[in-house]
């Protein structure tokens, strides 16, 4: 595995174009979600690459799971902290932009 300093920190804010999907994704095979404990974050786990994540993306992909579309998964986020449900999808597209580029969430069903 490569050294998590050179890997890039998703952020809820990263840039990224607007797109939607019905899809309801999950994590790729072979992806899990494990605390690094020398960088003290949360960290997407593939054979080839590491990815830390910041405390909304790893919410996201919490809730990766193939049970719910992206727009629930914003709707669910915005209830649980009671913000705007558009800017919540906002960066919920976003994250969910940047894990599709890195091929670690398949599009589900």
Not at 93 to 109: C, I, N, Q, S, Y
Request: aromatic letters at 2%.
């Amino acid at each position: 595995m490569s050294d998590p300093r050179d890997e890039a920190e998703v952020a809820a804010h990263s840039a990224a174009p607007r797109e939607t999907s019905a899809r309801r994704p999950k994590l790729a095979k072979k992806v899990r979600v494990r605390f690094d404990d020398r960088e003290k974050k949360w960290m997407l786990l593939s054979p080839e690459r590491g990815l830390l994540l910041n405390g909304s993306a790893k919410r996201i992909v919490e809730l990766c799971d193939g049970t719910r579309t992206e727009a629930e998964i914003a709707a669910l986020l915005a209830d649980e902290h009671g913000a705007a449900p558009s800017t919540v999808a906002e960066d919920v597209t976003k994250v969910m932009h940047e894990l599709r580029a890195r091929v670690l969430v398949e599009p589900g069903t």
